[in-house]
């Protein structure tokens, strides 16, 4: 069954520090697609990144970066020098060829503060 | 602008007032969904819809109705709510569903709450 665990509720961090939120995810299928939102406080979602089973490589966007490695079934999302602006929701959400729904973990709550 | 449209944004209801929600998009999508969003469990999908009549039950389905008269909408149907249906409220849409690349888009959520 397919499952996607977001083991860190809650971090905090000041401005300026590198945080990385950790998704974990469970699949049978092959071929599959990750994603990552952001929630801010204002509660719509955001989409930030999707990425397919086959394409490992890392990405890197401005602050952001993702870091996907199929062996530990992980795609991480790294945060460099943190803004307050960055404090949100984060959902690592995954969904399957032959799915109907995206499956969404249950979030990581980050607070940046000044 | 394509977009995915959610009224109301925010609604106060009393248990039992029947309630729809719409749901709109304008980017000619066959597949919709809602979701709900509650504290600690993340989003878990309600219904689904991959084109205009087809609908199917998601993991949280009791106590929600839907329907797809039209490709672009997918109201959200709570006959007799009750307090647990208190949530946030998600649409989405997509071409050909979630086993795709394509992206899903989201609605901006309505905000329930039923005492």
């Known amino acids: 069954a397919q499952k996607v665990t977001q083991a860190q509720t809650e971090i905090s961090v000041v401005e300026k520090e590198d945080v990385t939120l950790d998704c974990v995810y469970e699949t049978r299928d092959t071929t599959y697609y990750l994603f990552w939102y952001k929630q801010p406080p204002s509660g719509e979602l955001v989409f930030l990144i999707r990425?397919?089973?086959?394409?490992?490589q890392n990405e890197i966007s401005g602050r952001y970066s993702w870091n996907f490695q199929k062996s530990t079934s992980s795609f991480n999302f790294t945060i460099t020098a943190s803004q307050v602006v960055d404090s949100a929701v984060y959902f690592c959400a995954l969904s399957e060829i032959g799915g109907t729904a995206l499956i969404f973990g249950k979030g990581t709550t980050l607070s940046v503060s000044s | 602008e394509a977009q995915v449209t959610q009224n109301p944004r925010y609604l106060i209801t009393v248990t039992g007032k029947k309630l729809t929600v719409t749901c709109s998009q304008n980017m000619n999508h066959e597949y919709m969904s809602w979701y709900r969003q509650d504290p600690g469990l993340g989003l878990r999908q309600i219904y689904y819809?991959?084109?205009?009549?087809?609908?199917d039950k998601g993991d949280v389905p009791e106590g929600y109705k839907v329907s797809r008269k039209e490709k672009r909408n997918f109201p959200l149907i709570l006959e007799s709510p009750s307090p647990n249906q208190t949530s946030l409220y998600f649409c989405a849409s997509s071409h050909r569903g979630v086993s795709s690349y394509n992206e899903q888009f989201f609605g901006p959520g309505t905000r329930l709450t039923v005492l």
């Open positions: 819809s991959m084109n205009v009549e087809v609908t």
């Open positions: 990425r397919n089973s086959f394409d490992e």
